[in-house]
């Protein structure tokens, strides 16, 4: 079965410093994988998604993420924080037409 | 083209009572998915269907239930409110064979 981990419910960075959400998944091949972030009283909105195309993925808002097969990970990176993108962050997994599998979130502060 | 729209947006029920949410995905995309969120069980899936039949169900009890009308517009039914259910009820819609999924702003259900 696919899951999710993400490791660090609250991660706290300053404005101007680099912010790495961590994300584990289980399963037996490699599945989409997606970053969305939510910010209070609101849906989902997709960050980015990995679809087997490239292992470096760019998203919306400087976010990237870098899949890596070896590690099972699916980390999620900015390399200057803004103090617009504190918000709960999801990393999810999803496999053909199975239900999208959602990790506990991140919640994201930035210090100004 | 319009995004996901979800009617009503809050929503205060006593328990014992029923409700009614609405979801209307974004034009072309006939798969609907509906997640509960809460703060202590996350994210988790409910059901999804595809031209008017449930492809997937999650582990809930049998008085959550949905459907979908031909025009893909999806309802969720939950009878016999219980304290527990509220929650941010979040509809979400994919193209047939694209893994991502957009989400809606959320149905807040408070029950008393």
């Known amino acids: 079965a696919q899951s999710v981990t993400q490791l660090g419910s609250h991660v706290s960075v300053s404005e101007g410093a680099l912010v790495l959400l961590r994300c584990n998944y289980s399963s037996s091949v490699p599945p989409y994988l997606f970053w969305y972030v939510q910010y209070p009283n609101q849906g989902l909105q997709l960050l980015l998604k990995?679809?087997?195309?490239?292992?470096l993925v760019k998203g919306i808002n400087g976010f990237e993420a870098e899949f890596k097969k070896s590690e099972t990970s699916f980390h999620l990176t900015k390399p200057s924080a803004h103090m617009s993108d504190a918000a709960e962050y999801f990393c999810?997994?999803?496999?053909?037409?199975?239900?999208?599998?959602f990790g506990a979130g991140t919640r994201l502060t930035v210090k100004p | 083209k319009a995004g996901v729209t979800q009617t009503p947006r809050y929503l205060i029920k006593t328990r014992g009572q029923q409700v009614t949410l609405s979801c209307s995905p974004i034009?072309?995309?006939?798969?609907v998915s509906w997640y509960q969120q809460t703060p202590g069980q996350g994210l988790q899936f409910l059901f999804e269907?595809?031209?008017?039949?449930?492809?997937n169900k999650g582990n809930f009890p049998g008085r959550f239930s949905g459907r979908q009308f031909s025009n893909s517009r999806s309802e969720m039914n939950v009878s016999t409110l219980e304290l527990g259910d509220s929650a941010l009820y979040l509809c979400a819609s994919s193209l047939e064979g694209s893994a991502e999924q957009f989400f809606g702003p959320g149905t807040r259900l408070t029950v008393l």
């Open positions: 269907y595809f031209s008017e039949t449930q492809r």
């Open positions: 990995y679809t087997s195309a490239a292992t």
């Open positions: 034009s072309g995309h006939r798969s």
């Open positions: 999810a997994v999803r496999k053909n037409n199975n239900d999208m599998r």
